[in-house]
């Protein structure tokens, strides 16, 4: 910390200190001293990030047996830490479920919220909430017993629906009954934990979910028993990102370009396994994205190697995916919406420049 001696009045200490005022702020823009916002600054004061998770099962979210977090969603913990802290590993993760997690992002008891929660207007205009990048395109989707004998929704005269309480999931089977589909009645719960367990006891024929976490769960299904079918049909639209609390712009910068980050190192063809030997690279573009060129992290108040520790700790949007969902999700139709513009899907990052 620098510290400035009280002055006197007189024509020479009043310009001394302008100069000395003048070189504090210099000082502390060049250093990226200056305060870069609350929510980065206790980041970085402490050295840990704060994620929230919701247990949503193997491949998404979910604790090993050592007690470690894996999935999709804790890789993009890492990766946030990894791009503010400089380290992927200096995350501390909080449980909540689809009823406290918003309060926890609110209240400060999470820095960000890492979960299948979707992007709607109302909880970006008036929860408090902000939205920095998708990261995941996704949909409602239904899922029954075999025994139901349904294969779609149209099947599906009368029927119980598990569904969980303070969700986009319920607003849109609650507008599908609205618009004709009266033989359903839903049953609202606080977690995808209990809405498993009053299906498979048969206390709701159908659960409405994303149609990741449903099949996702589905291909985990090893019986014996009545086993579980996803429905093909998709009744809304669900654009899956990080949250963030509203008003701390350089916190959602720093979150939305460390998930850009990712699908950029894809559409580079940069990976963990091959970054280190790509700091040579001749390619302006490669260079700027690895913090050799332009010091684009500076703008953002991030380290200039900020997207190449990304990279490097935790991998590019490809390797993600495939850690964590490939063996899930492939039988169903791979990447599906989530792959690259250049390859027909919709995952598109603004330029590094």
């Known amino acids: 910390m620098i510290s400035l001696m009280p002055f006197s009045h007189n024509g020479e200490s009043r310009r001394y200190r302008f100069a000395a005022l003048s070189f504090l702020f210099c000082f502390l823009i060049l250093t990226g001293a200056a305060s870069a916002g609350p929510t980065m600054d206790r980041v ?39 791009a503010v802290i400089g380290d992927a590993e200096a995350v501390e993760f909080y449980q909540v479920d689809v009823v406290s997690r918003f309060d ?16 709607t207007a109302q909880r970006d205009g008036e929860q408090g909430l902000a939205f920095p990048a ?20 149209s099947d599906i005269a009368k029927a119980t629906v598990c569904v969980g309480k303070n969700t986009t999931t319920i607003e849109n089977v609650q507008e599908l009954i609205n618009n004709g589909n009266k033989g359903l009645t839903i049953k609202a719960l606080n977690s995808l934990e209990t809405q498993l367990e009053a299906f498979y ?7 409405a979910y994303d149609r990741l976490g449903l099949i996702a769960h589905q291909a985990r299904f090893d019986g014996p028993g009545d086993p ?44 963990s396994q091959n970054i280190e030997h790509r700091r040579d690279s001749k390619s302006t573009e490669i260079r700027r994205f690895i ?19 990304i990279v490097r700790q935790v991998g590019n949007y490809r390797e993600i995916f495939e850690r964590n969902l490939s063996h899930t999700l492939s039988p169903a139709g791979g990447r599906g919406l989530n792959r690259l513009w250049s390859e027909g899907g919709l995952l598109f990052a603004p330029p590094i420049r």
């Open 44 to 82: 970085r004061d402490d050295g840990v990030l704060r994620c929230g998770l919701t247990l949503t099962g193997k491949g998404l979210t979910t604790r090993d047996a050592t007690g470690q977090w894996r999935g999709f969603f804790p890789d993009f913990c890492r990766v946030v830490a990894a």
């Open 104 to 119: 926890a992002l609110k209240n400060g008891d999470i820095d960000i919220l890492m979960a299948n929660t979707t992007w």
């Open 134 to 153: 998708i990261y995941y395109y996704d949909g409602t989707g239904f899922m029954a017993l075999q025994s139901v004998g349904a294969v779609q929704i």
């Open 201 to 207: 006891l048969k206390k709701c024929d159908l659960i």
């Open 228 to 271: 579980p079918i996803v429905f093909p049909d998709v009744i809304s639209k669900e654009p899956l990102a990080p949250a963030v609390r509203d008003n701390d712009m350089a916190w959602f910068d720093a979150v939305r370009w460390a998930i850009h980050a990712t699908i950029i190192a894809e559409e580079l063809a940069l990976s």
């Open 291 to 309: 913090g050799q060129k332009d010091q684009i992290g500076h703008g953002l108040g991030l380290p200039d190697d900020w997207a190449f520790q």
